[in-house]
């Protein structure tokens, strides 16, 4: 018999994700400020994609495992997944002190897989938390809000790569200054948001029955693996097809995330990092311009519920992912950098759908026991791809696209049309008539 769960308020469903903000404060300098440090550090563009292989690959190795593991997890005071959000904010916390203290390319590059180890450890059983505290009905809300608060971290994020460089001027070692106080900041933000979230959330505790089944599973070294391949198996085919809209998806914002400094450069100021005065002034507003992206992105998500549950979950994903691509499309070919508010807009609104739209396409379709290990084979799918271009697009970008970063920008923007339409092809569950019918 299964156990109907309390009606939260909105207030504990938002205490329940702040922890989330701190997480993607994390997530918002990795996507703005590690290419830069890399440029800085003297990377070529070429180089740039493989310096990025520590987020796919960590993501793939530790969130299913750490999926399967919470699923498998049960203390008296910390719950199920909230030893998991502790432990990868105090990892991630260590990486963001160390990170500007980086003197070479490989340092830099070493401490971005600690930095994403964390991030993932804390990140995946979020997903799993909504599904196990939050009946069907408040289950859009939970992951939107896990939207709005991506949206939150990375405008704060991207919000101090424009204000600390005009603040806190000079250098220290191999870094600007402006560096340490982004990251001393993100690692303040990361443990303390976890904090709060852990010491406001309670977690529904397991039946008797349960109880006694966890206590019963095997516990070998393996068997968080074995999980994860019993899982694949037994897949849902809904989790299928996201994941061929997911290969796009991810590839093109991989893509957008590595070059979009490098391509307001060229396009606004005509420089490259070789010009490192007027190249910091280019990514000073490249995080101004994703902080807005951002800022969209929480403006918009709690109203992408109303329009998903009214127009359906897929079709509000497919024409969020439309808008980013224009955006992506346009982007490249703007040389007043005040209209690149315009066209990031898009993507603003793509990144809201992102963040918890999909969840929706196919939490109906995965049992509950296996929240845990099913949303870290859903960051499989967002991972793999991510790999796929770290070791691809090098290639891609100096044989076909002239190492031009604005041609990588108009590249992800045609890969994100495929998703869309390939996103409108998805055979989800209709709950309208399962209601009907129930």
Not at 13 to 20: A, C, D, E, K, S
Not at 68 to 94: E, M, N, Q
Not at 206 to 227: I, R, Y
Not at 311 to 321: D, I, M, Q, T, Y
Request: net charge positive; hydrophobic share 50%.
């Amino acid at each position: 018999m299964l156990r109907s769960k309390p009606k939260l308020s909105f207030w504990q469903i938002l205490n329940m994700n702040v922890g989330f903000f701190g997480i993607q404060y994390s997530f918002g300098l990795q996507q703005s400020a590690v290419t830069p440090i890399y440029d800085f550090l003297g990377a070529s563009p070429d180089q740039i994609p493989i310096l990025h292989l520590a987020g796919p690959v960590t993501g793939l190795l530790v969130q299913p495992v750490i999926g399967a593991l919470s699923d498998k997890t049960w203390h008296p005071k910390l719950g199920r997944r909230k030893p998991y959000f502790l432990i990868g904010a105090i990892l991630c916390s260590l990486a963001l002190i160390a990170f500007p203290f980086s003197s070479s390319l490989w340092m830099a590059a070493g401490l971005l897989w600690i930095l994403d180890a964390g991030n993932n450890t804390a990140m995946e059983p979020y997903r799993a938390l909504i599904a196990d505290s939050l009946n069907e009905d408040q289950r859009p809300l939970g992951f939107q809000m896990q939207s709005f608060f991506t949206g939150l971290g990375q405008v704060l994020a991207n919000l101090s790569l424009f204000v600390f460089p005009l603040i806190i001027v000079g250098t220290t070692g191999s870094l600007p200054n402006w560096v340490y106080a982004s990251f001393f900041l993100g690692a303040f933000c990361s443990i303390a948001s976890i904090l709060w979230s852990n010491s406001k959330t309670k977690e529904i505790p397991p039946t008797q029955e349960e109880l006694e089944a966890l206590k019963s599973e095997k516990k070998g070294v393996f068997e968080p693996l074995v999980e994860i391949v019993s899982a694949i198996k037994d897949m849902p085919k809904v989790m299928w097809q996201l994941a061929l809209v997911y290969l796009f998806q991810w590839y093109a914002l991989f893509c957008y995330w590595q070059n979009s400094s490098k391509s307001v450069a060229l396009s606004v100021w005509n420089a490259t990092p070789d010009n490192k005065e007027l190249y910091s002034e280019a990514v000073g507003w490249t995080g101004l311009v994703n902080g807005w992206y951002n800022v969209v992105t929480f403006l918009v998500a709690f109203a992408l519920v109303g329009f998903a549950k009214r127009f359906s979950a897929k079709r509000v994903h497919a024409f969020c992912l439309l808008l980013a691509a224009v955006g992506f499309l346009a982007f490249p070919h703007i040389e007043n950098k005040n209209l690149l508010f315009f066209a990031i807009t898009g993507f603003g609104i793509g990144w809201a759908s992102m963040m918890g739209i999909p969840y929706l396409m196919v939490v109906s379709d995965i049992p509950k026991e296996r929240y845990g290990v099913y949303m870290g084979i859903i960051n499989m799918m967002i991972v793999i791809p991510m790999i796929f271009q770290t070791v691809s697009f090098g290639y891609i970008l100096k044989h076909f696209l002239n190492n031009d970063p604005r041609h990588a920008i108009t590249f992800a923007g045609i890969l994100l049309i495929v998703a869309s339409v390939l996103t409108l092809l998805m055979k989800t569950k209709n709950k309208e008539v399962e209601e009907v019918t129930s």
